[in-house]
């Protein structure tokens, strides 16, 4: 049985910095691309980051590109993403989630899912 568990979210103020953590378990996790994606109250869910399942491509949506980072560490398993310069339009739940083509921004895409984590950035 395939899991995620995403971890690390939190109550920040505005401009800190916060790591999520997405441990997977229950598939081949070198062979999968991997995506982070939010959902605000009352929003769809947007794309925020894409890693190959190399480590060796990126994608960034616009409004994250340069702020966040996405990296993976194949021997643990897990993904992560790092957020600097948080704003109030970052609060979110923050997904993690395996699958997809090269590249892929779109949700529909994605075969497996977490639960997601609260991020609430706020002064």
């Known amino acids: 049985q395939v899991q995620l568990v995403e971890s690390g979210g939190g109550f920040l103020q505005p401009g800190a910095s916060l790591r999520l953590s997405c441990a997977a378990s229950?598939?081949?996790?070198?062979?999968?691309?991997m995506g982070w994606f939010r959902q605000a109250p009352g929003k769809e869910r947007e794309f925020v980051a894409f890693?190959?399942?190399?480590?060796?491509?990126?994608r960034y949506a616009d409004s994250v590109n340069g702020r966040f980072t996405i990296s993976r560490e194949n021997a643990k398993n897990t993904v992560y993403l790092q957020m600097n310069s948080l704003k109030p339009e970052d609060t979110a739940i923050y997904f993690c989630?395996?699958?997809?083509?090269?590249?892929?921004?779109?949700?529909?895409?994605?075969?497996?899912w977490g639960q997601g984590t609260q991020v609430t950035v706020s002064s």
């Open positions: 989630a395996a699958g997809g083509i090269v590249g892929s921004r779109t949700p529909s895409e994605y075969n497996y």
């Open positions: 229950g598939l081949i996790f070198s062979s999968w691309n």
């Open positions: 890693v190959s399942w190399s480590g060796g491509m990126t």
